[in-house]
């Protein structure tokens, strides 16, 4: 499959779950992704500096327009720890790690996003509005409660299944409560 056509199922993935979880400026939308699975490989065994770069890039652009925070979850091998911007860390007060991802202890997307953003440091746990999982590489610690599948029209991109999770405030009260 051919990288433009890889980059506009990502659009298409990631406007449908804009479009779906209502997201404000300043949220926080948050990825998961195997690019070893988006090239056909096994999760962890076939890491894509060049997928992980575009993945990012295209990311970026469509949240960048909306003035919505990417944080870049790394692998189990950096325990899951994100990639955000300092900015980002410091008006959630989220602790900063030390760790510097690499292909095979991150992935290529954290990798990517080190790259890409302005000021990069590593945080243990976000907590994120919405987000999508290229690869089942299980973002769910990430997005907030309650969380709500999101069912986008394109359910993979290159080998990788593709899930999302948006959020919404809890229910409480009782048969009389207005929501």
Sequence with gaps: MEKMELQNKLT???????????LREKDVFVLGCTTSE?????????????????VIQTLKELLDQKNIYLAVQGCEHINRALVVERELA??????????????HAGGACSV???????DPVEV??????????????????HVKHVQVPVR??????????????RS??????????EY
């Design 12 to 22: 298409t993935i990631v406007e449908e779950v804009l479009a779906e979880a209502q």
């Design 38 to 54: 988006i090239v056909g490989g096994t999760i962890g065994k076939s890491s894509s500096k060049e997928v992980g770069e575009w």
């Design 90 to 103: 410091d008006k959630r007060g989220w602790e900063i790690v030390a760790v510097k991802p690499a292909l």
């Design 112 to 118: 990517a996003a080190f790259e890409q953003f302005s």
């Design 124 to 141: 243990e746990s976000v907590t994120a509005q919405a987000g999508i999982d290229i690869g089942d590489t299980s973002i769910g610690m």
């Design 152 to 165: 986008p029209s394109v359910k993979e991109l290159g080998g990788a299944h593709v899930t999302a999770l």
């Design 168 to 177: 919404r405030p809890k229910y409480i009260g009782g048969p009389r409560a």
